[in-house]
Structure formats: structure tokens, C-alpha cells
């Protein structure tokens, strides 16, 4: 924690430490500047670390092609991310290739050559197999065997990322929440928190479901909490579950330690981070017939998180149309961890006006979705 009048100064404010907000400020310092990093709550402790840490979305073939553009180019950047973290932490974020199984993966009546051709695109391998050849107990059923698909235990790469910008000179303030951008004749002049006012030519908002509350022209229409529960069965060797299995948009991921984390609901529940019942004993009768190893397995942790979504899916992520200086990257829905290492890149490039090789069109606040309403 800073205090006082240092902390009224940087090159450059972001707001929010998930992932979005971290992997861009470690970026930025690398690049010289004074940044200042202002959290709510606590680092990393909101979506980025309640979410499952799949390198790759679910069904990826079924969402829009902006989607899946960005998050293929996370998935080709995180070993050199992750191989750069490791040399400013100490801090292992269990990167690891645990393959993905998808049961019944044409029950929207998708064609195999799509699901194929779809993989092809994104440089992945894939193959339609019998899920027996995986699981035995599964008999005969129909599935798609991604075997590059790798998961991070997404609460340590958020430590590690925390440790690596803070070993860096990031300046990160907890327990501060922004409560206004400031800004002079249409130009960013920084922001109003509860600790009192920053100043700094640049700010980023990466608050995540949080970012239509703070973002001019953006609404809690355009970016809103979408709440997943998930649960996790701690250390067993009898747990030994081989890969991420899923069925039916419940997963169950394997971490390297042996615990299973599963997930998840998607629920419209406002900013309620609450956990139910029904849904936790959904996600255990599913993964229990999914992997019998866990029927006597407890749970160790139940919690939720709130992903922010947008209505087409697809995150808003630049330069604000109409406010010079201010940048948003926020909305990334059920993928943000994949997409995090990428999109910190390209944030990175463009906050410090050097080229970026993405066009970022589909991405811009101002399409045509709830901006400005
Ligand atoms: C259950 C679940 C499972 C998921 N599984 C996966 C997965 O397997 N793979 C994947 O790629 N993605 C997954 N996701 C999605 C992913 O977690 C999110 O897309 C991503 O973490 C969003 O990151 P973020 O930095 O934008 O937001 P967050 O991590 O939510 O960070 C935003 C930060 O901004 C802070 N903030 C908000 N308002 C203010 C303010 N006014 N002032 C200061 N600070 C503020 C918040 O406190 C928070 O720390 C999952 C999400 C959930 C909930």
C-alpha cells in the first residue's frame, strides 16, 4: 500500500486487478511507465480468481468469430507469458496441458467436418473419438478430444502476477474504490476514489462486471454480472481424473495437486456472489456421474464470481470514442483468463500509442449495443 501524495501522480491509472487490469500494468511498467493500479477490494480476489482457469473457451465454435479470435491468440500467448512470469515470481501458477474431452458435441446439431474445420482454423488439434477411448465408463458416446488444452490454477497466476508487477514498481492500492473518471474538455485528467483524486493523462477501466457503472457511454446494460457457481474436491490420489471432461456445460478440471474443481452455473442474479443449494448439488450429482472416483470425495470449497458480460458476447476493448486518453478493456464473459495474456499485449501497445497488429473494430464501445443508452 502507498499513501499520501505519491500516490496522487502516474503515467498511467488502471482501475481493477483482475486479470485484464494486472497483466496490462506489468506489461506498461516494462515499458517505463509510473503505473498506479486502484482496487476495490483486494488483488485478483473477484472473477479472475473464482473463474476455472480453461485455456480455451467451451464450445468455442459457438460463439462469435471476434470471440474466438482473441481468445486463440491468448492461447498461442500464454507459454511465453507464463515462461515471463516465472522469471519475475516465485509464484507457479500450474500451467499444464490436461487436454479437454467434450461429450455429445453435435447436440446443436453441428456437422464433424465443422467441429474439424473449426479447429483447424485456430491451429488446434482435434479429433471426434468415441469418449470410451478415454473413459471406459462413458461406453460408446460421441466426443471431442482436444488434447492441447492446457488450465492454469487461476488464483496463483493472479498471486504471481501480483508479486511480478509489484516486484516490478506497479504501484497497487487496495481498499480504494473509484468512484468517478475525471476529465477536462473531453480529455482524461484521472479519478475520484474514496481515498481522494488521482491524477494521470491516461486510465484504463478494467473493473470487469463492474465497468458499466464507471465507463461514460457504458451502462450496467452494456456490462453486467453474470454469476457462475463452482465447487472443488480437494487432494485425493483416488480422484485421479486424467483431463478436463465435460458434458452438457458442466466441467470438471483437473488440477495438477489432484483436486478437481467443477463448474459452473450461468445465472443472471444482479451483483449477488451468493452460492445455492441447488445449484452446488446439481454440480455434484453431474460430477459425480461424470467421474465416480469423486462419490466419496467432500467438497472442500464452494464459491461463485461474476463474469462480465455483454450482450453479443464479445468485450469492449481501446480507445474511448469521445474522451482522449481513456481506454477500456472489460466484458471478457466466460473467457477472460484465456484471453488475458493477449488482450494485456495489445492494451499494452495501445495505451503507449505504439502499433497494434489486431483491428480492434468489433470491439469498439460504440457498436451498435447499449452504448450511450
Ligand atoms: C465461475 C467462473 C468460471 C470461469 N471460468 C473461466 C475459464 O475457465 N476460462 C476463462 O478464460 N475464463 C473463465 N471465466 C471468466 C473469467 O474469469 C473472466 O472473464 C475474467 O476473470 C475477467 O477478468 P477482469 O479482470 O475483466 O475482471 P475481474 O477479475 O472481475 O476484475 C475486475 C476488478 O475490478 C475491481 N473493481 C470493480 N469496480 C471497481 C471500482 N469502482 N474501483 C476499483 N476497483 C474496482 C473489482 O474489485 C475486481 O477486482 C470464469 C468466470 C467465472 C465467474
Given at each position: 500500500?502507498?499513501?499520501?501524495?505519491?500516490?496522487?501522480?502516474?503515467d498511467c491509472i488502471i482501475v481493477g486487478s483482475g486479470i485484464a487490469g494486472l497483466a496490462t500494468a506489468l506489461r506498461l511498467r516494462q515499458s517505463g511507465l509510473d503505473v498506479l493500479l486502484v482496487e476495490r477490494g483486494a488483488v485478483g480476489k473477484e472473477a479472475s480468481?473464482?473463474?476455472?482457469?480453461?485455456?480455451?473457451?467451451?464450445?468455442?465454435?459457438?460463439?462469435?468469430?471476434?470471440?474466438?479470435?482473441?481468445?486463440?491468440?491468448?492461447?498461442?500467448?500464454?507459454?511465453?507469458?507464463?515462461?515471463?512470469?516465472?522469471?519475475?515470481?516465485?509464484?507457479?501458477?500450474?500451467?499444464?496441458p490436461s487436454g479437454m474431452l467434450i461429450l455429445d458435441p453435435f447436440e446443436q446439431g453441428e456437422q464433424p467436418t465443422e467441429l474439424l474445420d473449426w479447429a483447424k482454423r485456430q491451429n488446434q488439434t482435434a479429433e471426434i473419438s468415441s469418449a470410451a477411448e478415454h473413459f471406459p465408463h462413458l461406453?460408446?458416446?460421441?466426443?471431442?478430444?482436444?488434447?492441447?488444452?492446457?488450465?492454469t490454477r487461476n488464483p496463483r497466476l493472479l498471486q504471481a502476477l501480483n508479486q511480478a508487477a509489484t516486484r516490478m514498481g506497479v504501484r497497487i492500492v487496495e481498499q480504494t474504490a473509484v468512484q468517478q473518471i475525471l476529465t477536462e474538455h473531453e480529455r482524461v485528467v484521472g479519478i475520484e476514489t474514496t481515498s481522494g483524486t488521482m491524477h494521470a493523462p491516461r486510465v484504463l477501466v478494467a473493473a470487469g462486471a463492474w465497468s458499466g457503472l464507471l465507463?461514460?457511454?457504458?451502462?450496467?446494460?452494456?456490462?453486467?454480472?453474470?454469476?457462475?457457481?463452482?465447487?472443488?474436491f480437494d487432494h485425493s490420489p483416488a480422484n485421479g481424473l486424467p483431463t478436463i471432461l465435460m458434458e452438457?456445460?458442466?466441467?470438471?478440471?483437473?488440477?495438477?495437486?489432484?483436486?478437481?474443481?467443477?463448474?459452473?452455473?450461468?445465472?443472471?442474479?444482479?451483483?449477488?456472489?451468493?452460492?445455492?443449494?441447488?445449484?452446488?448439488?446439481?454440480?455434484?450429482?453431474?460430477a459425480i456421474a461424470l467421474w465416480p472416483n469423486l462419490a466419496h470425495a467432500p467438497i472442500s470449497h464452494q464459491w461463485s464470481g461474476l463474469r462480465p458480460g455483454t450482450t453479443d458476447e464479445l468485450p469492449y476493448?481501446?480507445?474511448?470514442?469521445?474522451?482522449?486518453?481513456?481506454?477500456?478493456?472489460?466484458?471478457?464473459?466466460?473467457?477472460?483468463?484465456?484471453?488475458?495474456?493477449?488482450?494485456?499485449?495489445?492494451?499494452a501497445n495501445l495505451i503507449l500509442s505504439r502499433p497494434i497488429d489486431l483491428d480492434l473494430t468489433d470491439y469498439r464501445l460504440n457498436r451498435p449495443t447499449t452504448y450511450g443508452d
Open positions: 500500500m502507498f499513501a499520501g501524495a505519491v500516490l496522487s501522480q502516474a480468481w473464482a473463474g476455472g482457469g480453461i485455456v480455451c473457451p467451451l464450445y468455442g465454435w459457438r460463439y462469435p468469430e471476434p470471440v474466438m479470435r482473441l481468445a486463440a491468440r491468448g492461447m498461442r500467448t500464454y507459454p511465453a507469458f507464463i515462461e515471463s512470469l516465472s522469471e519475475l515470481s516465485d509464484i507457479d501458477p500450474e500451467f499444464h461406453d460408446d458416446r460421441m466426443a471431442l478430444w482436444l488434447p492441447d488444452v492446457h488450465n465507463t461514460p457511454g457504458l451502462s450496467p446494460a452494456s456490462v453486467f454480472p453474470v454469476r457462475g457457481q463452482m465447487l472443488r452438457d456445460g458442466v466441467y470438471l478440471i483437473p488440477r495438477r495437486d489432484g483436486s478437481v474443481v467443477v463448474g459452473s452455473t450461468v445465472e443472471h442474479a444482479g451483483f449477488d456472489k451468493h452460492t445455492t443449494e441447488e445449484a452446488i448439488r446439481h454440480l455434484h450429482a453431474k476493448l481501446g480507445a474511448h470514442p469521445e474522451i482522449s486518453g481513456l481506454f477500456v478493456s472489460t466484458g471478457f464473459y466466460r473467457n477472460g483468463l484465456a484471453m488475458g495474456p493477449a488482450v494485456a499485449e495489445i492494451m
